[in-house]
C-alpha cells in the first residue's frame, strides 16, 4: 500500500492512507463492533474499477445485530494493484449487465 492509496474508514467516515493508519483504523474498528463482510458478485466497470456487492452485518461486541446490508464496495486498480476503495450503496439497477 503506498501513501497515493485512500482506504476508506466506513465505520468512522473519512479515509485513511498509510498502513500504519489502516492498522490503527482496523483495531480500533475491532474493538468497538464485530463486523462480518461477504462478498456476493463482482462487476467489471470502466476505468480499471471492480464493483463488489457484499453482504454485510455488523454486530456489537455481546452480539446484537448493528446493520444486515448489501452494499457496494468499489476498487480502482492499476497495475494489478488495489489503488483506492470505496464503500456505497449499490446502484439500483444495471448490476451484471
Known amino acids: 500500500m503506498t501513501p497515493d492509496v485512500a482506504w476508506?474508514?466506513?465505520f468512522k467516515g473519512g479515509f485513511v492512507r498509510e498502513p500504519e493508519e489502516v492498522r490503527?483504523?482496523?483495531t480500533e474498528q475491532w474493538s468497538e463492533i464485530n463486523p462480518h463482510v461477504e462478498p456476493?458478485?463482482?462487476y467489471s466497470e470502466d476505468a480499471?474499477?471492480?464493483l463488489a456487492e457484499v453482504h454485510q452485518v455488523v454486530?456489537?461486541?455481546a452480539g446484537a445485530v448493528l446493520a444486515d446490508e448489501h452494499?457496494?464496495?468499489r476498487f480502482?486498480?492499476?497495475h494489478?494493484?488495489?489503488?483506492?476503495m470505496e464503500v456505497g450503496r449499490l446502484p439500483s439497477s444495471g448490476l451484471g449487465t
Not at 494489478?80 to 483506492?84: D, K, N, P, R, T
Open 71 to 73: 452494499v457496494g464496495h
Open 40 to 42: 456476493i458478485a463482482f
Open 59 to 61: 454486530r456489537d461486541l
Open 24 to 26: 490503527t483504523y482496523w
Open 48 to 50: 480499471g474499477q471492480v
Open 8 to 10: 476508506p474508514k466506513a
Open 76 to 78: 480502482t486498480i492499476e
Open 80 to 84: 494489478s494493484l488495489i489503488q483506492g
